[in-house]
C-alpha cells in the first residue's frame, strides 16, 4: 500500500462517531483490496486532498475513513459479466466499513446521495462491482430529519385498527376505470371492512380518470361508507407527478376527502418526499417502484434495506416492499430485513409501519405474522379483494376471516369450513 493510503485509514476509537455515517459497501477488486479501498474513500469523498506546492492535507477533516476490512474469497468472475474483459489479475471480493464525514454533505439528501452511491462510488480505480449494502446514522444526524408524521403508532390512531394488521387494498382493475367505477369497488370493499383502498402505483392524472374528480368521487364514498360501517374508510391517493406538482396535487387530494398519500419514492426523489411530508398533516405511504433496479443485481447497486431505511428518514409513514412469495423473487431474509429496517430502534426517528407486497391475500396473514413476531404490518392485496368470486365487500371479509383463523389458532382451511368468504377466497387463488 503506498504512504498516501494510509490518510484513508482509521481506528473506531480514533474518530467522533457523530461527526460521521458508516457505509458497508461488497466491492470486487483486482490488486490490493486495502488499496483499492482506500481509493475508494478517496474518490468518494476528497478527490485530490493537497495542492501542488501547499503545505495542507485535506484528509483529516473531509476523507472518509477504512475502519474495518474483510477479504471475503477469490473469485473466478465478477458478479458483472460486462467487466469480464477490463479485469486484468486475480479478482478478490472484500467488505468494507467506512466512516464518511458529515460535513461534506450536511442533512441534504441530495447531496448524500451523490456521496454514497455517486460516480465515485461506481468508477473507483480497480473496483469493477460494488453495492452499498448497509448505512448507519448517529442520533446527532437523525436529529436533523422528521422521521414519520405518524408511524405504526399514529397509523393505528388514524385507523382505528388497534391489535390485528392493517388491510390495504389495490383497487383492480387498477387502470383504464373512471372515477364513478373505480369509486363503486371501492364503496364495496369498505363495507366489507378494508381499512384502506389505494390507487395503483400506475394510476395518475390521466384523461379517463381525472385525478381532481376520482378523489372527490371516492372522497364522497368513503364518507359514506364511514357513516354505514361506523368505522374509519381511508382512501390512499397516489399523488406521485412532476415535483413541481406534488403540493398541488396533496392540496387537491386532502382537499376532496383523500385521508392517505402516496407516492412512488424514487419515482419523485426523496428530498420531494421530504417536502410533501413538512407540507402535510395526512399519513404518506411509499411505493417501491425503480427500487429493484437499483437493489436486485447481486453485487452491484444499492440493497433495499439502504433505501428503505432512507424512506423512513424523509418521513414515510408506511413503507410497500418486497414481500414474500414467488412473483417477488425474494428471500425471506431479505423481506425480515426490509421490515426492520421499518421498526429497529433508529435514534428519534419513529417506526414506519412495514407493508410485505406481492400477491398478498387472507393466506399470507400467518407466514408474516410468523415470520415479523407481530401484528405491526399491512398487507396491501388487490386480486384477493377486488376479484373475489363474490365480489369486493366478501374480498375485504375474508381478510378479517384469515385474521381470525389465527387469533382462533386454527388453520385457515379448518376456519374457512363455517366461513364462506373465506372458502371461496381458498378456492379463487388456489383453485
Known amino acids: 500500500m503506498h504512504d498516501d493510503s494510509k490518510g484513508f485509514f482509521a481506528l473506531d476509537r480514533e474518530l467522533n462517531r457523530d461527526d460521521y455515517i458508516t457505509l458497508v459497501y461488497r466491492f470486487e477488486c483486482t490488486g490490493d483490496p486495502w488499496t483499492a479501498a482506500a481509493h475508494l474513500c478517496q474518490e468518494q ?11 495542507e492535507d485535506l484528509r483529516g477533516i473531509y476523507g472518509s475513513k477504512v475502519t474495518a476490512l474483510e477479504v471475503l474469497a477469490k473469485l473466478e468472475a465478477p458478479s458483472l459479466p460486462g467487466m469480464l474483459h477490463h479485469i486484468d489479475g486475480q479478482l478478490h471480493a472484500a467488505l468494507v466499513h467506512i466512516a464518511y464525514p458529515i ?11 451523490t456521496a454514497i452511491l455517486g460516480e465515485g462510488v461506481f468508477f473507483c480505480p480497480s473496483i469493477y462491482a460494488i453495492k452499498l449494502m448497509d448505512i448507519e446514522f448517529p442520533d446527532s444526524y437523525l436529529e436533523q430529519f422528521p422521521g414519520p408524521k405518524f408511524g405504526i403508532k399514529g397509523l393505528r390512531a388514524w385507523t382505528g385498527i388497534k391489535d390485528r394488521p392493517l388491510f390495504m387494498g389495490v383497487i383492480k382493475p387498477n387502470i383504464g376505470l373512471d372515477p364513478q367505477a ?9 363495507l366489507g371492512g378494508l381499512d384502506i383502498a389505494k390507487d395503483d402505483e400506475m394510476l395518475c392524472d390521466t384523461t379517463w380518470s381525472p385525478f381532481a374528480e376520482r378523489t372527490r368521487v371516492l372522497g364522497r364514498a368513503r364518507a359514506d361508507a364511514e357513516q354505514r360501517t361506523g368505522k374509519r374508510c381511508c382512501y390512499l391517493a397516489n399523488i406521485t407527478d412532476e415535483v413541481d406538482r406534488l403540493l398541488m396535487m396533496h392540496d387537491i387530494a386532502v382537499r376532496n376527502g383523500a385521508d392517505m398519500l402516496m407516492l412512488n419514492a424514487m419515482c419523485v426523489g426523496l428530498s420531494a418526499v421530504r417536502m410533501v411530508r413538512n407540507h402535510t398533516q395526512v ?11 437499483f437493489s436486485r443485481v447481486p453485487g452491484f447497486g444499492v440493497s433495499s434495506i439502504v433505501v428503505t431505511k432512507l424512506q423512513r428518514l424523509v418521513g414515510f409513514d408506511a413503507i410497500i416492499g418486497i414481500g414474500l412469495g414467488s412473483r417477488m423473487k425474494s428471500t425471506p431474509e431479505e423481506v425480515l430485513s426490509n421490515t426492520r429496517a421499518c421498526t429497529d430502534p433508529m435514534g428519534p426517528i419513529e417506526p414506519a409501519l412495514p407493508v410485505p407486497a406481492g400477491s398478498q391475500w387472507a393466506g399470507s396473514l400467518k407466514p408474516l405474522h410468523d ?31 384469515g385474521w381470525d383463523a389465527i387469533k382462533a389458532g386454527v388453520s ?17 387463488i388456489l383453485g
Not at 460535513?103 to 446521495?113: A, M
Open 103 to 113: 460535513i461534506n454533505f450536511g442533512n441534504r439528501i441530495p447531496n448524500l446521495l
Open 45 to 55: 469523498s476528497t478527490a485530490q486532498w493537497k495542492r501542488v506546492g501547499v503545505d
Open 371 to 401: 415470520m415479523i413476531g407481530n401484528a405491526d404490518f399491512a398487507i396491501v392485496p388487490g386480486r384477493a379483494v377486488f376479484n373475489h368470486p363474490a365480489g369486493p365487500k366478501a374480498g375485504a371479509i375474508a381478510l378479517q376471516q
Open 412 to 428: 385457515m382451511e379448518a376456519y374457512a369450513l363455517s366461513h364462506e368468504e373465506l372458502r371461496q377466497s381458498i378456492g379463487d
Open 283 to 293: 399519513p404518506v405511504v411509499a411505493h417501491f417502484d425503480m427500487i429493484a433496479p
Open 182 to 190: 373505480f369509486s363503486d369497488l371501492a364503496y364495496q370493499s369498505w
